[in-house]
């Protein structure tokens, strides 16, 4: 069979995930919903019919970095891998493990740090920000589980360097079974810190 040429309507979801990729890269815009619909006013496609899926945009991403600024992207890449590092040093009491675009690879420039961590109770993790005199602000993340449902779970944000750590408690039973991830619906990777290591060598094979 002859290869299949792409019509209109995949044209535009291409375009527009390349757009909402571009705008994420750039602007700094973590939620890709914001993204696909300020691309589709931009690019006035708002009734072209059912804009790009999250995985589509998570490729259009990949493939903006790979196009644009690759060695940039791989040196702050690096960057980022050991500043998590440092920040799961000093979080080790609470199991963390690394997530989202500095695990797989696709953080922009000003992405933060994605750490979950695990633990009876939240206060626990910000008695030890106290401990080691680090500022921090609590947010509340919801997060789909397993069932289908979508539950509360809060974090606290912080400074490790000039870099943003973002660190989601979840309960001890936690570490058994990952959120769903947003972009594909499977359960999010997570790295331990041995994990990470390997990354950053595979980074840097020879150093």
Do not use: W
């Not at 040429?5 to 909402?20: I, P, S, W, Y």
């Not at 939620?31 to 696909?36: L, N, S, T, V």
């Not at 695990?118 to 789909?144: C, H, I, N, P, W």
């Amino acid at each position: 069979m002859g290869k299949k040429t792409l019509g209109g309507h995949d044209r535009a979801r291409t375009v527009l995930a390349q757009e909402a990729a571009r705008i994420i890269i750039e602007q700094g815009i973590e939620d890709f919903r914001i993204a696909k619909n300020k691309a589709a006013e931009r690019l006035g496609l708002k009734n072209c019919g059912s804009l790009p899926c999250n995985t589509e945009i998570q490729t259009a991403i990949s493939e903006y970095l790979q196009l644009f600024g690759q060695e940039s992207h791989f040196d702050r890449q690096s960057e980022l891998r050991r500043t998590a590092l440092a920040a799961m040093d000093l979080l080790a009491p609470f199991k963390p493990r690394l997530v989202g675009p500095v695990l797989d690879g696709t953080a922009a420039p000003n992405s933060p740090i994605n750490l979950h961590v695990f633990s009876d109770t939240a206060e626990m993790v910000a008695m030890k920000l106290d401990a080691v005199g680090l500022r921090y602000q609590v947010y509340e993340r919801r997060l789909k589980s397993r069932r289908d449902r979508t539950e509360a779970f809060l974090g606290y944000c912080f400074q490790q360097g000039d870099l943003s750590i973002e660190a989601t408690v979840f309960p001890i039973t936690g570490m058994r079974q990952a959120p769903i991830s947003s972009i594909n619906g499977r359960p999010m990777k997570r790295a331990n810190h041995a994990a990470v290591c390997k990354l950053l060598k595979k980074d840097h094979p020879t150093g």
